[in-house]
Nanobody
Framework: QVQLMESGGGSVQAGGSLRLSCVAS????????MAWFRQAPGKERERVSF???????DYADSVKGRFTVSVDRAKDTLYLQMSGLEPEDTAIYSC????????????????WGQGTQVTVSS
């Protein structure tokens, strides 16, 4: 059974940094495309970033240059380093394990974590 557990959320001031972690069940990060999503109150869920099994990465335009996704497959842990945080980044952040297409595009999420709250104050 695939399990995903996020941590690292919290409250920071604008301009600050946080690093989110997502610990996955064994071998998940080697066999799935991994992604970070976020959902702010009253808004639809948004894909923030993903990383393929071949370490290709992709970012939403809103976070490019500020967020960095990475994975440590030896630890089966996905990370999201967030810097230059803005109040608009306030949301529940969730990791997902899913499928990417052969051309490196995100296709779908098959498994979800429970999420971690990130709150950025101005």
């Amino acid at each position: 059974q695939v399990q995903l557990m996020e941590s690292g959320g919290g409250s920071v001031q604008a301009g600050g940094s946080l690093r989110l972690s997502c610990v996955a069940s064994r071998y998940v990060t080697s066999n799935f495309c991994m992604a970070w999503f976020r959902q702010a109150p009253g808004k639809e869920r948004e894909r923030v970033s993903f990383i393929t099994e071949y370490d290709n990465t992709d970012y939403a335009d809103s976070v490019k240059g500020r967020f960095t996704v990475s994975v440590d497959r030896a630890k089966d842990t996905l990370y999201l380093q967030m810097s230059g945080l803005e109040p608009e980044d306030t949301a529940i952040y969730s990791c997902a394990a899913g499928v990417c297409t052969l051309d490196g595009s995100w296709s779908r999420a098959d498994y979800w974590g429970q999420g971690t709250q990130v709150t950025v104050s101005s």
